[in-house]
């Protein structure tokens, strides 16, 4: 699977993660869970993702299907997973999170 074929199916995620993210009464208040969920999904290791998902008491049924669906996800490119998260980070600055960013991303570059 290429990975422009991959990011172009990360699409819909990242559609939630802005209508959750920029809903004009949550523009403020971003949902940490939400977005620390996002990024482990995006970047981070399938037992970090496992570690952050036991958080919310979800079924084991959902655990596991978000599971496979990241081992899809871990079959891209790093440097094509890293374009999906600065297209994350760019709808967090868009949506007025900056201060999320750099709390949880200290160093992230995030220009003026």
Same mark, same amino acid.
């Given at each position: 699977?290429?990975?422009?074929? /991959?990011?172009?199916?990360? %699409?819909?995620?990242? $559609?939630?993660? *802005?209508?959750? +993210? +920029?809903y004009e009464t949550n523009a403020g208040n971003v949902? #940490?869970?939400?977005?620390r969920e996002s990024a482990t999904f995006i970047l981070? %290791? !399938?037992? /970090? *993702?496992? !570690?952050? $998902?036991?958080?919310?008491?979800?079924?084991?049924?959902? @655990?596991?299907?978000? $599971?496979?669906?990241?081992?899809?996800?871990?079959?891209?490119?790093?440097? #094509?997973?890293?374009? =999906?998260?600065? @297209?994350? =980070?760019?709808? *967090? *600055? &868009? +949506?007025?999170? &900056?201060?999320?960013?750099?709390?949880?991303?200290?160093g992230i570059p995030l220009g003026n």
């Amino acid at each position: 699977m290429s990975g422009k074929l /991959s990011t172009m199916r990360l %699409s819909p995620c990242l $559609l939630i993660i *802005l209508a959750v +993210c +920029c809903y004009e009464t949550n523009a403020g208040n971003v949902c #940490d869970a939400v977005l620390r969920e996002s990024a482990t999904f995006i970047l981070g %290791s !399938k037992e /970090s *993702l496992r !570690k952050e $998902l036991e958080q919310y008491s979800a079924p084991p049924e959902a @655990v596991e299907a978000k $599971l496979d669906v990241k081992q899809c996800v871990d079959q891209m490119r790093y440097g #094509d997973r890293l374009k =999906v998260a600065g @297209v994350l =980070v760019q709808i *967090l *600055l &868009r +949506c007025g999170v &900056r201060g999320w960013l750099e709390k949880y991303f200290p160093g992230i570059p995030l220009g003026n």
